[in-house]
């Protein structure tokens, strides 16, 4: 088997991480990190302290996927739950004549999709230190390494000083797919990521970003994303850009009814049971050809008018 | 008759009991609460700000809301306060680390004046984890002393993940709020 991943489209524009890209500017980089590593030990309790840090070259996504390629899942095959029909008599009855099954080359894919959700992060990994710093410098525009613990990761959603508290559920593949939203489409994520900072319907990046990996994962399981796995070849890029739209699609809807984090438990609610009916599948994947930002977020207005998605505790307030 | 009679009335009809769940992030709210309705726990999102359960448990109707523990959303706690009966305040007594934290945040939720007749159940979470304090140790931290005189508390060890102490906990938050709303028949 060669490589199980179709690469992209797109090629990426930045090939980063190159060996002859890391020298001079990680250095610098490095210098300027450490002032600002002080100044953030200043401001957090409870950080790693030392100066001292390993400085980690940024990771392009294609690298990442030739890194995934090449993990050995076999010690977590017994504990992956990779298909499960739905419940209930009729909807088995679907399952059994519905979605097409998956084999060969897609089924050990989908294998692997749910293998990166049970690898938990690593201190010993290279790898996942240079995931997680590149997604923040992606999301942030910040510069060089920070620090493994601090109040920072909350600028990128993350509930602690440690984000990897934050990846029990989706495991690293929750990070893979916050660095693959960047990099499907740069300025939407840049949009999501204003978003999510912004004073009033501010929402928190990562933990959305894990939820919505693990509502795609459960589509996964229901082979909701099999027709689409088997039309481009790849279980992975169906997953990933199946979650891409289920980002996009929250942004919408978030936007433009003016959420804020007070509606939040019944937004996800909605999302989820919309996302996971087989309907909409479709639409999930269309809307990911979108860029999203200020222009698209009027359109979305216009789209979602009379659109009653969400039950809120202020229609009986408003009485 | 006044008002409260009634409403004491219509909620002895529906036996009701809203519990709201509290504490800090990965504290493991969300799984004690999917561990006591019988819901799958192995892998458990960060709440993305609430879960609403509603769940059977001897005789009433919980409705559970699970809170999420993060920062930003800490501001918005006080939107669920209202017309609450009993808090479950989750910790995660491996996490030494930031127990002032949690003390901190638990102290700011006692002085709430929505809160001020809901009974507290603390947890702490995490029994099965060697390393975590006992129930007793997270106490002399917690400083619970000024409040004792003005509510009623309990803090029980638990682990959601073996499901040890939490039927002894929700009994007595329960039973406790029951005996409070509820005249026994």
């Keep these: 088997m060669s490589s199980i991943f179709s690469v992209r489209k797109n090629p990426p524009k930045d090939v980063e991480g190159s060996p002859a890209e890391g020298g001079a500017e990680v250095e610098m980089a490095n210098e300027w990190d450490r002032v600002t590593a002080a100044v953030q030990e200043d401001q957090t309790t409870g950080a790693q302290s030392g100066p001292q840090r390993t400085a980690y070259p940024p990771v392009s996504y294609r690298e990442l996927l030739t890194y995934i390629n090449q993990i050995d899942i076999e010690p977590l095959r017994s504990q992956l739950l990779v298909e499960e029909p739905p419940s209930g008599l009729f909807a088995k009855l679907c399952f059994c004549f519905g979605p097409p099954k998956l084999t060969g080359v897609l089924a050990d894919e989908r294998e692997r999709c749910f293998a990166m959700a049970k690898i938990q992060f690593d201190e010993n990994e290279e790898m996942h230190h240079r995931l997680l710093q590149t997604i923040f410098r992606k999301y942030t525009g910040a510069t060089g390494t920070v620090a493994r613990y601090g109040s920072h990761w909350e600028d990128v959603g993350f509930q602690g000083k440690d984000p990897a508290t934050d990846l029990r559920s989706c495991g690293v593949l929750g990070l893979v797919h916050l660095l693959y939203l960047h990099h499907h489409n740069e300025q939407s994520a840049a949009a999501i990521y204003?978003?999510?900072?912004?004073?009033?319907?501010?929402?928190?990046?990562?933990?959305?970003?894990?939820?919505?990996?693990s509502i795609a994962l459960k589509a996964l399981r229901a082979g909701q994303l099999s027709a689409e796995a088997k039309r481009r070849g790849s279980t992975w890029s169906a997953l990933a850009d199946f979650y891409v739209g289920a980002f996009y699609q929250f942004y919408l809807t978030w936007k433009a009814g003016g959420k804020t984090m007070k509606d939040s438990g019944f937004v996800r609610q909605a999302l989820e049971k919309d996302l996971l009916s087989t309907g909409t599948t479709a639409a999930t994947y269309e809307v990911t050809k979108r860029t999203l930002g200020a222009s698209a977020a009027v359109k979305a207005e216009k789209e979602s008018k009379g659109e009653e998605l969400l039950l809120s505790t202020e229609v009986l307030e408003s009485k | 008759?006044?008002?409260?009679?009634?409403?004491?009335?219509?909620?002895?009809?529906?036996?009701?009991?809203?519990?709201?769940?509290?504490?800090?992030?990965?504290?493991?709210?969300?799984?004690?609460?999917?561990?006591?309705?019988?819901?799958?726990?192995?892998?458990?999102?960060?709440?993305?700000?609430?879960?609403?359960?509603?769940?059977?448990?001897?005789?009433?109707?919980?409705?559970?809301?699970?809170?999420?523990?993060?920062?930003?959303?800490?501001?918005?706690?006080?939107?669920?306060?209202?017309?609450?009966?009993?808090?479950?305040?989750?910790?995660?007594?491996?996490?030494?680390?930031?127990?002032?934290?949690?003390?901190?945040?638990?102290?700011?939720?006692?002085?709430?004046?929505?809160?001020?007749?809901?009974?507290?159940?603390?947890?702490?979470?995490?029994?099965?984890?060697?390393?975590?304090?006992?129930?007793?140790?997270?106490?002399?931290?917690?400083?619970?002393?000024k409040f004792s005189s003005s509510r009623h508390w309990r803090i029980l060890g638990c682990s959601a993940v073996t499901g040890d102490g939490l039927l002894d906990g929700f009994d007595w938050v329960v039973s406790d709020i029951a005996s409070r709303i509820y005249l026994f028949d």
């Design chain 1, 194 to 213: 204003m978003l999510s900072r912004d004073t009033i319907q501010e929402f928190p990046l990562a933990p959305l970003s894990i939820n919505l990996t």
């Design chain 2, 1 to 145: 008759m006044g008002l409260l009679t009634i409403i004491k009335k219509v909620k002895a009809k529906e036996r009701e009991i809203r519990l709201l769940m509290v504490g800090l992030d990965n504290a493991g709210k969300t799984t004690i609460v999917k561990r006591m309705n019988g819901e799958d726990i192995s892998s458990i999102s960060p709440t993305l700000g609430f879960n609403i359960k509603s769940m059977s448990f001897k005789g009433f109707t919980l409705n559970v809301w699970d809170v999420g523990g993060q920062k930003t959303l800490r501001s918005y706690w006080r939107n669920y306060y209202e017309r609450t009966d009993g808090m479950i305040w989750v910790i995660d007594s491996a996490d030494i680390r930031r127990l002032e934290d949690c003390r901190d945040e638990l102290h700011k939720l006692l002085v709430e004046e929505k809160l001020a007749g809901a009974s507290l159940l603390i947890l702490a979470n995490k029994q099965d984890i060697s390393g975590a304090l006992s129930p007793s140790e997270i106490e002399k931290v917690l400083q619970m002393e």
